[in-house]
Each structure stands twice: as structure tokens, then as C-alpha cells.
């Protein structure tokens, strides 16, 4: 069965972890510590979610809430018939009518350093401070999506995974993903005895 890897859920499971709150139920396979997960101070917040590819572009708009988050929109945006994200977010924020968004997430195809990223396959320059300054939000995050999407594993339910081989014992430890494509991406994530 041929899986489309960028669907709502995998949105949902990065931008869950870009604005640093998850939902209740997280699959103890992959326990991570989410400090915001219990914070009242997360509730009623506007979100737009960002996807990027080289391909296609997935916005969605969110409000949180009871410890998750509402999809409320979702817009899928050829990403080379645009010049930049900004262009995708500007369309994506009309085509909805959306005013006073608090937050941004983004996870994107290639390095992050410093609130910047240049994905070669994109050819734009991303740059946090820019969308802040010229949207307003209060705050925008920008992950690699491989990044995101290895934290988005505690959200993954048992229907979600096929097991390569199975013991009958789970052992805690880190958590690895591959990502096979026009290279070879891969995510660590660490736990430790507090997680």
C-alpha cells in the first residue's frame, strides 16, 4: 500500500511538536519529556502549520485546546509555482481569511541554523525573524521536517507502525529514523532517564 507521506497527521504530529505541545495520549513507545503539555497557557492559540517540499507545500490552520490541537483549514499549494513561502503563506492567509495568527511552525527539507534554512531543492532563503516581522506573529518556529517528524513519533499510534521484527519485550532507549530519498536523511532522538 502506497503511503502519501506528507498527510494531515504527519502535519499535525510536526507542528504539535514546533509549537511545543502535544497531545495527552502519547504512545509509550516513544516516551518524550513535552513540558507544555499540561500548560493552561497553551490553550485557545492560532496556529498556521507549514510543510514544505519540493513538490508541495501543506498549510494548515489550527487552534489548540484540551491538550491538542483543531484543525481548522488546510490548503495543499504547488510549491514551484510560487517564488518564495512567503508568497504560499500570504495566498494561504487570504484564501482563509485568517487574522491576528499567534504562532508559526514550519518543517522544511534541509538544515536549520539559527532561525534560517536555504533547502536547496526549494531555492528560497527561509528566515523565522522575516515571517514575525511581516506577519505578526508573536512566534514562529522552523524545524527539519525529518527533525519534526522524529518527534512526532509520540503521537504515532500501533496502526501507524510495522514492525521489522518483534520480540514480545520493549526496551526505553532512543528512537532512530531513516528517510531514504535523494539522499539519505536521518534523526536521533536521545531519551534519558527523565524522559
Not at 525529518?146 to 518483534?166: H, N, P
Request: net charge negative; hydrophobic share 40%; proline share 4%.
Amino acid at each position: 500500500m502506497e503511503r502519501f507521506f506528507c498527510s494531515v497527521q504527519d502535519l499535525r504530529k510536526q507542528l504539535l511538536y514546533l509549537v511545543k505541545f502535544e497531545v495527552m495520549i502519547l504512545n509509550p513507545k516513544f516516551p518524550l519529556y513535552l513540558p507544555g503539555v499540561e500548560n493552561s497557557n497553551n490553550d485557545n492559540i492560532s496556529i498556521i502549520g507549514a510543510s514544505l517540499r519540493e513538490d508541495i507545500t501543506i498549510l494548515g490552520y489550527f487552534v489548540s485546546g484540551n491538550g491538542g490541537l483543531e484543525m481548522k483549514a488546510q490548503n495543499v499549494y504547488q510549491t514551484k509555482e510560487y517564488a518564495s513561502f512567503s508568497d504560499i503563506l500570504k495566498k494561504f492567509i487570504q484564501d482563509n481569511q485568517l487574522e491576528n495568527v499567534k504562532r508559526l511552525g514550519m518543517a522544511v527539507p534541509g538544515p536549520v541554523l539559527n532561525g534560517k534554512s536555504n533547502p536547496v531543492r526549494l531555492g528560497w532563503n527561509l528566515d523565522v525573524e522575516e515571517y514575525a516581522r511581516d506577519y505578526g506573529f508573536e512566534k514562529v518556529e522552523m524545524l527539519n521536517d525529518l527533525e519534526a517528524s522524529a518527534y512526532g513519533m509520540a503521537l504515532l499510534e500501533d496502526d501507524d507502525l510495522e514492525a521489522i521484527y518483534t520480540s514480545g519485550h520493549l526496551e526505553k532507549g532512543n528512537v532512530a529514523v531513516l528517510a531514504p530519498g535523494n539522499g539519505l536523511g536521518k534523526q536521533v532522538t536521545s531519551l534519558t532517564e527523565n524522559t
